[in-house]
């Protein structure tokens, strides 16, 4: 018996390292779990803290063609502005005006606000990025992200200042979305090429052609409907031949990814809570 | 004893902060990955407990994985590098060398410190990489990774070494 304890005691460390080891793969399988466990995430604060120090310095660096991009953009927008001035024009002594009011409403539960990207990885299976906002802004976990390129991904999990986003190069993401005019389909990533995602499970009758746009359904309550993701690349069987895969080209570069905008939907809880019902 | 600890405890703060910062930001053509802080653990000396090295190995894991989102995979791989580094050194050492060498080249010869080095790192890898890439069967990704990174690292280590005060 005595022999016995020595050995253990001798051997102690084999017990920290079963320990230490078990506690590492705690952490590898139940990540999905931890949402709330922020501190284990680059949201925590000292983590999120540094991060926002390094970006400071880093987007210096980057000004100048951050200028062009918000040029361009602002260009867009105020020709957007003219089209919808002309639009407005054209209908304002009409009836349809009371038609338009009647169809907006549907995405008055959208509300948007800005971030910045404090860090970012693209060469994981499963990337995430940080993001400078958290639940003090009004950020939470379930929530839409975008630029002016296209979607980005859905935040995760948040603390009060930081927020972790799932972008779509995360093997985990799968986004609701559709192709222009056809039908619905599912945007999964493969782990691989970061410029690309995968249309899985498209159906045989549809008549899908190489250079279809891909945009989010807006049926998921997460995303309003309309935002780009990306062009469909190259058209391929599935690995069961049941139906079709297609490649994406993404028209967000993850690569260089600095202001977002983030998407909240005021209706959520209710839309989710009233299809709960029925699953 | 005391400005041993402290020595460490500096030397952990700054290499944790240049792998966050600096060198888990870097992936050469995508695969390539640094992990430097593992020379620490390399170059502990010989009669560091093994529960200080477990713990040193853990630690780096822990910070690293929370810095990258990759909850557990570092602290899982660091600590395995930490527990068996004991048993390979020992296939290195031989009855020339102080009783509590430093691992180096000084110590070991750069063949004898290369070999040691890469066999410690090998089994870091060989642990990271299959925990991250756990869902997808991609083996011909793992296997590039795994190499590259073992030889970005090993880069690291022998530029650490020109660098290092006690050979």
């Known amino acids: ?279 | 004893m005391t400005s041993k600890t402290i020595t460490r405890t500096r030397n952990f703060v700054l290499l944790t902060l240049a792998q966050v910062i600096i060198f888990s930001q870097i992936h050469l053509f995508g695969y390539a990955t640094a992990c430097i802080f593992t020379i620490f653990l390399l170059k502990l000396p010989r009669h560091t407990t093994q529960n200080e090295t477990i713990i040193w190995g853990f630690l780096f894991g822990i910070i690293t994985d929370i810095f990258c989102n990759t909850p557990g995979i570092h602290s899982a791989a660091a600590t395995s590098m930490a527990f068996s580094r004991k048993y390979i050194l020992a296939a290195f050492t031989h009855k020339g060398l102080p009783d509590d060498f430093i691992p180096g080249v000084k110590s070991l010869k750069w063949g004898g410190y290369i070999v040691y080095a890469i066999i410690c790192i090998a089994i870091f890898y060989a642990v990271l990489f299959p925990l991250e890439l756990f869902a997808i069967r991609h083996f011909t990704t793992l296997l590039i990774s795994t190499s590259s990174s073992i030889a970005l690292t090993m880069l690291f280590v022998i530029v650490a070494e020109f660098f290092s005060p006690n050979k």
């Not at chain 1, 022999?3 to 320990?19: C, M, Q, Y």
Request: net charge negative.
């Open chain 1, 1 to 279: 018996m005595r022999s016995i304890l020595d050995i253990l005691i001798k051997h102690n460390h084999w017990f920290l390292f079963l320990l230490l080891e078990g506690i590492s793969f705690v952490l590898v399988v139940f990540f999905n779990n931890y949402q709330r466990a922020t501190i284990f995430t680059s949201a925590n604060s000292i983590a999120g803290n540094i991060y926002s120090a390094i970006t400071n310095v880093d987007s210096y660096f980057g000004l100048k063609s951050e200028n062009e991009i918000l040029v361009d953009h602002n260009k867009k927008l105020i020709n957007d502005i003219e089209i919808l001035k002309a639009r407005l024009r054209e209908y304002e002594d009409s009836a349809s005006i009371a038609n338009m009011q009647f169809t907006s409403q549907h995405n008055e539960g959208f509300y948007y606000n800005t971030a910045k990207v404090v860090n970012n990885s693209i060469n994981k299976v499963n990337n995430y990025i940080t993001i400078d906002k958290g639940t003090s802004q009004g950020v939470n976990s379930q929530m839409g992200v975008f630029n002016d390129q296209g979607v980005i991904g859905v935040t995760y999990t948040s603390s009060s200042n930081y927020t972790v986003v799932m972008p779509l190069l995360n093997s985990k993401s799968i986004i609701s979305c559709k192709v222009k005019d056809k039908g619905l389909c599912t945007l999964k990533w493969d782990g691989m090429e970061t410029r690309y995602s995968y249309l899985i499970d498209l159906p045989r009758y549809e008549l899908f052609e190489n250079g279809d746009t891909v945009v989010t359904s807006g049926f998921s309550s997460i995303f309003p409907a309309g935002i780009p993701l990306g062009r469909i690349d190259r058209l391929e069987d599935s690995a069961d031949g049941q139906s079709y895969r297609a490649r994406v080209e993404l028209f967000v570069d993850f690569s260089d990814i600095d202001n977002v905008f983030v998407v909240g939907n005021s209706n959520r809880e209710e839309q989710e809570e009233l299809e709960e019902i029925f699953n």
